[in-house]
């Protein structure tokens, strides 16, 4: 367990400190006293979010609690052998013995290390910690499932854990760009607000010269008109206030509305996020590989009957790469569906902010109407996308493991080519019925 969380920790071995901190230590920590390293994180931590040092990445308050149970001293050198000895009481004190352990264990774990994933019941996969100073899960939740339950490799598992890297830096990135989508609506919608208010300012002023200028023509009583144009007044001032909170608020709708499918998991990163997606899925399609050369191939025995071994296993795993490629390129669709419809929210939610002062005059306020219920519809579609994606995900993970290799594989295609069907169709039909 330690191997493999050294591995995910620090990659580049027990000299490896944070990479954010902007003060570097003064030679290699390994050849420090632990009085050193911490004098070097409390300095560090003042222009950095996180100091965590060491092959386990071990934060200042951490290895300070660590001197004052007598686990280490502060004279003795944060040695490769010192910082086992931390990460071997941290692990005891999650519980964890040799062996299998189950999936509250192994939340414990994850509480303590941040690239691990959280697992179990409810889970979303992701890390306690996820997006908290730059921390992601570096496992999938499945992987880590199976390598706390002694079903698989530390080889295996740290194969995987490369595989889920590459996916986390994608979903990542997919992640910035919604981020970034989010940003450049919220500056628009900032830069227009003044000329909308203008808008709406001339059109209210153009609704009361008209309605009052007819009622003195007409010779109606001025407390009439008054009390007819009310409601229409009270709506522009509504609508003059909404104008200041109008980006933001779009910004955190579609934020709420891909979120909705997420499962409640026990830590904080538990909300549904591209990154978590795009590195459970490269796992699954990985373990679609590592199962053909695992498991038996008795049930392809039977459709290849007579076929020699060394030709079988190049069709064996020749079937099995082309349905983990499958897999990997609808699910890069479905990734690209998301970043469609939240584009769409918010290219729609600032056309409806500029149609907004049409709302103050009787004769446009249909055009209002429609821009927002526009809106609301690519709002639930985006919610449709979530719920095809966390749900597809969650059945995935469930069956993966439990059957032949073969019928795994084609189970995993089977729900990526129905998700996939589903993005397609259901949430544009959605999106009507609003808009």
């Given at each position: 367990?330690?191997?493999?969380?050294?591995?995910?920790?620090?990659?580049?071995?027990?000299?490896?400190?944070?990479?954010?901190v902007?003060?570097?230590?003064?030679?290699?920590?390994?050849?420090?006293?632990?009085?050193?390293?911490?004098?070097?994180?409390?300095?560090?931590s003042?222009?950095?979010?996180?100091?965590?040092?060491?092959?386990?990445?071990?934060?200042?308050?951490?290895?300070?609690?660590?001197?004052?149970r007598?686990?280490?001293?502060?004279?003795?050198?944060?040695?490769?052998?010192?910082?086992?000895?931390?990460?071997?009481?941290?692990l005891?004190?999650?519980?964890?013995?040799?062996?299998?352990?189950?999936?509250?264990?192994?939340n414990?774990?994850?509480?303590?290390?941040?690239?691990?994933?959280?697992?179990?019941?409810?889970?979303?996969g992701?890390?306690?910690?996820?997006?908290?100073?730059g921390?992601?899960?570096?496992?999938?939740?499945?992987?880590?499932?199976?390598?706390?339950?002694?079903?698989?490799t530390?080889a295996?598992?740290?194969?995987?854990?490369?595989?889920?890297?590459?996916?986390t830096?994608?979903?990542?990135?997919?992640?910035?760009?919604?981020?970034?989508?989010g940003?450049?609506?919220?500056?628009?919608?900032e830069?227009?607000?003044?000329?909308?208010?203008?808008?709406?300012?001339?059109?209210?002023?153009?609704?009361?010269?008209?309605?009052?200028?007819?009622?003195?023509?007409?010779?109606?009583?001025?407390?009439?008109?008054?009390?007819?144009?009310?409601?229409?007044?009270?709506?522009?001032?509504?609508?003059?206030?909404?104008?200041?909170?109008?980006?933001?608020?779009?910004?955190?709708?579609?934020?709420?509305?891909?979120?909705?499918?997420a499962?409640?998991?026990?830590?904080?990163?538990s909300?549904?996020?591209?990154?978590?997606?795009?590195?459970?899925?490269?796992?699954?399609?990985?373990?679609?590989?590592?199962e053909g050369?695992n498991r038996?191939?008795?049930?392809?025995?039977?459709?290849?009957?007579?076929?020699?071994?060394?030709?079988?296993?190049?069709?064996?795993?020749?079937?099995?790469?082309?349905?983990?490629?499958?897999?990997?390129?609808?699910?890069?669709?479905?990734?690209?569906?998301?970043?469609?419809?939240?584009?769409?929210?918010?290219?729609?939610?600032?056309?409806?902010?500029l149609?907004?002062?049409?709302?103050?005059?009787?004769?446009?306020?249909?055009?209002?109407?429609?821009?927002?219920?526009?809106?609301g519809?690519?709002?639930?579609?985006?919610v449709?996308?979530?719920?095809?994606?966390?749900?597809?995900?969650?059945?995935?993970?469930?069956s993966r493991?439990?059957?032949?290799?073969?019928?795994?594989?084609?189970?995993?295609?089977?729900?990526?080519?129905?998700?996939?069907?589903?993005?397609?169709?259901?949430?544009?039909?959605?999106?009507?019925?609003?808009?």
């Amino acid at each position: 367990m330690l191997d493999l969380i050294g591995s995910l920790e620090a990659p580049q071995g027990c000299d490896q400190v944070y990479g954010g901190v902007k003060l570097d230590p003064p030679r290699p920590i390994t050849s420090m006293r632990v009085s050193e390293v911490i004098a070097w994180q409390r300095q560090a931590s003042r222009t950095a979010v996180s100091s965590a040092a060491g092959r386990y990445q071990v934060i200042r308050a951490t290895l300070e609690r660590m001197v004052e149970r007598g686990v280490v001293r502060k004279h003795e050198r944060f040695s490769p052998g010192v910082q086992d000895r931390i990460g071997r009481y941290l692990l005891r004190e999650t519980g964890y013995r040799s062996g299998p352990i189950g999936h509250k264990t192994a939340n414990r774990i994850a509480g303590v290390w941040a690239s691990l994933p959280t697992t179990g019941p409810g889970s979303s996969g992701a890390s306690f910690y996820e997006g908290i100073a730059g921390n992601h899960a570096l496992l999938d939740a499945e992987t880590f499932r199976a390598f706390y339950t002694c079903e698989t490799t530390l080889a295996d598992t740290k194969s995987s854990a490369t595989v889920a890297r590459i996916g986390t830096a994608i979903g990542l990135e997919l992640d910035k760009m919604l981020r970034i989508l989010g940003e450049t609506s919220a500056a628009v919608i900032e830069a227009i607000t003044p000329v909308v208010l203008s808008l709406l300012g001339l059109i209210l002023t153009f609704g009361i010269i008209t309605k009052f200028g007819n009622a003195s023509i007409q010779g109606n009583a001025i407390g009439t008109v008054f009390a007819a144009f009310l409601p229409q007044l009270l709506l522009a001032i509504f609508l003059m206030g909404s104008l200041a909170t109008m980006g933001p608020l779009i910004w955190w709708l579609a934020e709420e509305a891909l979120g909705l499918s997420a499962a409640s998991g026990p830590g904080r990163g538990s909300g549904f996020s591209l990154t978590t997606y795009a590195r459970e899925k490269l796992g699954i399609a990985q373990a679609i590989l590592l199962e053909g050369s695992n498991r038996s191939l008795s049930l392809w025995s039977v459709f290849l009957d007579g076929v020699e071994e060394t030709l079988r296993q190049v069709l064996f795993g020749s079937f099995l790469a082309l349905c983990a490629i499958i897999v990997v390129l609808l699910t890069a669709i479905s990734l690209g569906s998301v970043v469609f419809y939240w584009g769409r929210v918010l290219l729609v939610g600032a056309q409806a902010i500029l149609l907004l002062p049409f709302g103050a005059a009787d004769e446009t306020k249909d055009i209002m109407r429609r821009s927002l219920t526009k809106m609301g519809g690519y709002l639930l579609a985006i919610v449709a996308v979530s719920l095809i994606l966390a749900t597809t995900l969650e059945m995935q993970s469930t069956s993966r493991g439990l059957l032949n290799p073969i019928l795994n594989a084609l189970t995993a295609v089977l729900f990526e080519v129905i998700a996939t069907v589903l993005i397609f169709s259901l949430p544009g039909r959605v999106a009507k019925i609003l808009g």
